[in-house]
């Protein structure tokens, strides 16, 4: 069982790449997304169910990738980890993050006690996309790499970024 937190504004395919590799290479059964509602540290241009909206097409022909809604409005991590931890024990939990939120993990509140048990898989960025470069490609109506078709339509019939 995976894991993945993040805002998602949009989904791209560096995410379904880095979750694909992580399914394979740990033999997982089921990857959740945990989508932040409302987060306090980064601006938000997609509302939340918008994100959900595009990461329900992004997934439609991966059926081990889910979204996970445990409620909470902020910090999906701290909030809903332990719900998923208690609901699958015994089974094995990986933590899937990217390189610029594992540098951030020790300062995390209770950190210690909200990974216990729990293995990291930390994504490197070596391809280059990012959900900020996608939106900037929008605003200067460019297309923008590394984007499902399905997600690119969506934001165009949308009018989003």
């Known amino acids: 069982m995976g894991v993945l937190a993040g805002v998602f504004d949009p989904i791209h395919l560096g995410h379904i790449d880095f979750i694909e590799r992580t399914i394979l290479d740990n033999s997982l059964d089921k990857v959740y997304l945990l989508v932040e509602k409302n987060p306090k540290h980064k601006p938000v241009f997609a509302n939340y169910n918008q994100r959900v ?68 898989v930390i994504a490197e960025r070596n391809d280059g996309i990012t959900s900020g470069k996608i939106r ?11 984007l499902d078709h399905k997600i690119h339509q969506y934001i165009l019939a949308n009018h989003l970024y």
């Open 53 to 120: 909206e595009m990461i329900n097409l992004a997934v439609e022909k991966h059926p081990k990738i889910k979204v996970y809604d445990c409620g909470a409005d902020s910090y999906p991590i701290s909030n809903c980890l332990p719900e998923i931890k208690k609901i699958y024990q015994p089974a094995k939990l990986y933590l899937l993050v990217g390189h610029d939120v594992a540098d951030h993990i020790k300062f995390w509140p209770n950190a210690g006690k909200l990974l216990e048990g729990v293995e990291l």
């Open 136 to 146: 900037n490609a929008f605003s200067s109506h460019q297309d923008p790499a590394g």
